[in-house]
C-alpha cells in the first residue's frame, strides 16, 4: 500500500528557513522521480521541485535558488530544504511522484510565513 508522509512545516518568519520530509512507503522508491507541490488557500495545486532517480533538479521560478530538493533512497525519502521563505510561500506542502500517475495523497504539511 502505498503511503506519503509529509513532516517538517512550521509557522516561520519571513527570512527563515524550514527543512521538510516525505517518507514514503509501498513505491519502488529509488527509480522514481519525486517532487514536492504546494497548494495554498484559494489557489491550485502547483509544482514546487522535482528531482529524477539519478538525482537531476528543476525548479519553479518562484523558489530558485532558496529551495533545495534532495532524496536518500536509503531511507526512501525525500527533502525540501528551504530558505529566505517569503509570505508567498506560506501553503500546505506535499510529495508525490514527479511524473507519470500521481500516488494517492498525503495529508501535507503547512507552511505558514509571516512576521
Known amino acids: 500500500q502505498v503511503q506519503l508522509v509529509e513532516s517538517g512545516g512550521g509557522l516561520v518568519q519571513p527570512g527563515g528557513s524550514l527543512k521538510l520530509s516525505c517518507a514514503a512507503s509501498?513505491?519502488?522508491?529509488?527509480?522514481?522521480?519525486l517532487a514536492w507541490y504546494r497548494q495554498a488557500p484559494g489557489k491550485q495545486r502547483e509544482l514546487v521541485a522535482r528531482?529524477?532517480?539519478?538525482?537531476?533538479?528543476d525548479y519553479a521560478d518562484s523558489v530558485k535558488g532558496r529551495f533545495t530538493i534532495s532524496r536518500d533512497n536509503a531511507k526512501t525519502t525525500v527533502y525540501l530544504h528551504m530558505n529566505s521563505l517569503k509570505p508567498e510561500d506560506t501553503a500546505l506542502y506535499y510529495c508525490n511522484r514527479g511524473s507519470g500517475a500521481f500516488l494517492s495523497w498525503g495529508r501535507g504539511t503547512q507552511v505558514t510565513v509571516t512576521s
Open positions: 509501498g513505491i519502488v522508491f529509488r527509480i522514481s522521480a
Open positions: 528531482i529524477t532517480s539519478g538525482g537531476v533538479t
